[in-house]
């Protein structure tokens, strides 16, 4: 006789005896009505995507003249949401079938960030599940860029992302961009942690307010005549639609046209804050209350990417992503309403 799942595993939707769903390589086994009449089997690549109510490493946004949000001149710590993200991953790596892996996590979150977890989790019981999701696809996508033979990824905003040190390939160099005070706070977080591959990354320390952040990966290494990847994870919500399409613009324009971005998003309602369900309005108090408001949504991001010169993209809603890695699907999540894009001026997102 089956038993009943433990509440542990039950809060990931898995039966006992079940894990993860492996692998999910940015694709869904389902595909649009237009593709099938183009001719276009089931096994074709379909999707990526989710986003997350969660997490720039920056306090006091402002929109700077690259499009990008930077601290202001009192910032003196690294924002809350940051390490309350740290804190889910954190979590979420320790469970006993992790949906993803980040040993570096709970070092970096601190006591705040689990405190300020647990308090977002009581309004919006499903932001773990969110957030493993979230580290697990932004993640295969990243090894799948990789293993395409891309050396070169940019985290954008880098905040408390480990990436470098847990995807670092010889050959292949990551540049973390952020703000000076971020990120000496970060490094000075994970010098107590011995081990911990500093050299995988390049540390770009760039003042959005001042600086172009193009610029800056120009003057420290970055071969902008070469394809790369860019991470831009848990910030577009946090921005006015300016700063998204100044960002996205600048992207189009200066980087190589093979260069990909993979973004997360919300959705319209979200953004303007014309929400009706209790835990769309628990979500955005939170983050609120940490200084960091939501202020950007949008429902159809294909128009904006085209605007700003983009050619070639995949988007799908979060509730797709868990269905495939968790073979679950529960409508009170709202994860229909949360959504992530990969994207590019010329490269093929689909192959």
């Known amino acids: 006789m089956k038993s009943e799942p433990t509440a542990s595993r039950r809060a990931w939707g898995f039966e006992d005896g079940e894990g993860p769903r492996q692998p999910f ?8 009505k237009n593709r099938r009449s183009a001719g276009l089997s089931r096994s074709d690549p379909y999707t990526t995507g989710i986003s997350a109510v969660c997490g720039p490493s920056w306090l006091n946004v402002n929109v700077a003249r690259c499009g990008m949000p930077c601290h202001s001149e009192a910032m003196q710590q690294p924002s809350r949401t940051a390490r309350m993200v740290a804190a889910l991953r954190a979590r979420a790596t320790e469970r006993e079938t992790p ?7 709970r070092a970096l979150a601190g006591p705040r960030g689990f ?3 647990a308090r977002y989790e009581q309004g919006y019981p499903h932001i773990e599940l969110f957030v493993a999701l979230r580290t697990a696809l932004f993640d295969q996508e990243t090894r799948r860029w990789l293993a395409r033979g891309c050396t070169q990824v940019v985290l954008l905003g880098a905040g408390l992302d480990t990436r470098a040190a847990r995807l670092g390939q010889k050959g292949v160099r990551f540049f973390e961009v952020d703000h000076p005070t971020t990120q000496a706070d970060k490094l000075a977080r994970l010098s107590a942690l011995p081990g911990y591959p500093f050299e995988n990354a390049t540390y770009v320390p760039c003042d959005f307010a001042v600086n172009d952040f193009v610029e800056r990966l120009d003057s420290s290494g970055f071969l902008a005549e070469q394809p790369a990847l860019l991470i831009w994870e848990g910030v577009t919500y946090y921005l006015e639609e300016p700063a998204v399409r100044a960002t996205l613009r600048r992207i189009a324009e200066k980087l190589h046209p093979s260069s990909v971005i993979l973004f997360d998003h919300v959705g319209k309602r979200m953004g303007q804050g014309n929400v009706r369900d209790a835990s769309a309005i628990a979500a955005r108090d939170n983050v609120a209350e940490m200084g960091e408001p939501v202020v950007f949504g949008v429902d159809h991001v294909l128009p904006m990417l ?42 093929d997102v689909w192959a």
């Open 25 to 32: 390589v940015l694709g869904v086994d389902v595909v649009p």
């Open 99 to 105: 949906l993803c892996d980040d040993p570096f996590a």
């Open 115 to 117: 405190e300020d977890a």
């Open 306 to 347: 085209y605007e700003e010169g983009f050619r070639r993209a995949r988007c799908a809603s979060f509730d797709e992503i868990a269905l495939n890695l968790t073979g679950t699907y529960d409508r009170a999540r709202t994860f229909r309403f949360q959504h992530a894009v990969v994207a590019s001026v010329a490269e």
